[in-house]
């Protein structure tokens, strides 16, 4: 029986894992007012008649905190650079002077910073439903042990371990979405 308890233990573990990497990728995306390469990350381009990803045409790098600079493999590219990254809607202002595009990162606006806290918060709780969906997954699972014989105590030990465990990540989101605020409203 404690082998079953833990594959609960560990597939919820997973479960909550993959919450916190997908909560990072997310945060990584939303701009906190440096400039980073992940900004572009949604740029799609058209290379040989397929929509390829920017950082498979491009060197993308972070010249300073309020420099991007794009470096195609190929100088045919820069023009699609340029569309791709019109398409990806950003707001960012692309120049290209023949050889690479360079883009100046304009400063947040206070609502603009506000907004961005808002979206991260959001991602932040979203984050906590699926971990609060991997939670019920493995408490259903016990429950299931439950009625094949798993004694009333050891549910009960096992329900409490998945709570700690469900309550170690959300401790781990909070402090995630805390640091994002932190870089986006910066003191």
């Excluded at 309020?66 to 190929?74: A, D």
Aim: glycine letters at 6%.
């Amino acid at each position: 029986m404690n082998e079953e308890l833990e594959f609960i233990f560990d597939a919820a573990k997973e479960a909550m894992e993959s919450a916190m990497s997908h909560l990072d990728s997310q945060l990584q995306k939303i701009r906190a007012g440096k400039a980073t390469p992940m900004m572009l990350s949604k740029v799609v381009v058209e290379y040989y008649g397929s929509l390829t990803p920017l950082n498979q045409v491009a060197n993308v790098n972070a010249i300073d905190g309020r420099t991007l600079s794009i470096q195609p493999f190929e100088k045919s590219l820069l023009e699609e650079i340029e569309k791709g990254i019109a398409h990806a809607n950003l707001g960012l202002n692309p120049q290209n002077n023949g050889e690479t595009i360079l883009i100046n990162i304009p400063a947040l606006t206070e609502e603009r910073r506000t907004e961005l806290s808002k979206q991260a918060k959001a991602e932040g709780e979203d984050a906590k439903v699926g971990i609060r969906n991997a939670r019920k997954d493995a408490n259903d699972e016990i429950k299931k042990l439950k009625n094949d014989g798993l004694s009333e105590d050891q549910a009960k030990d096992a329900e409490g371990e998945i709570q700690k465990i469900t309550d170690d990540f959300a401790t781990k989101v909070d402090a995630l979405i805390s640091a994002k605020e932190k870089d986006i409203h910066p003191v």
